[in-house]
């Protein structure tokens, strides 16, 4: 059975930022990219627990996960929680690798 997966205010923001600083617009290889995030993402609806822990899931005390989407040193970090009640995937923020760790304040 499948997951729903639902975007948090902040995911979406980042989503948004994401296209318009790739310039997914006017350059096909941007949306391309662009493109191939939202399907890895998309994906989580039928395998959400492929990805691994996320480390800052013992900080947060939750139960996060991470996807890892594109090449280095273009690798971005797609956080995300499983709701096995609601069966769904609160993606929570997207985020270049190379950035700080999230903090719990980074998701709410």
């Known amino acids: 059975m499948k997951y ?9 923001r980042d989503l948004e930022i994401l296209y318009l600083e790739k310039n997914a617009v006017e350059s ?3 949306a391309r990219w662009y493109n ?3 399907r ?8 959400p627990h492929r990805c691994p822990v996320a480390p800052e899931a013992r900080s947060a005390k939750r139960k996060l996960r991470h996807l890892l989407y594109g090449k280095k040193p273009h690798v ?5 929680e ?13 985020r270049h690798g190379a950035r700080r760790k999230v ?3 980074d998701l709410v």
């Open 28 to 30: 096909s290889a941007a």
């Open 4 to 12: 729903l997966v639902e975007f948090a205010a902040r995911a979406f």
């Open 36 to 38: 191939g995030l939202e």
């Open 82 to 94: 499983v709701d096995e009640e609601r069966r769904t995937v609160w993606v929570l923020t997207i």
């Open 40 to 47: 890895a993402v998309d994906a989580l609806e039928s395998y």
């Open 76 to 80: 971005y970090r797609v956080i995300y």
């Open 103 to 105: 903090k719990s304040a």
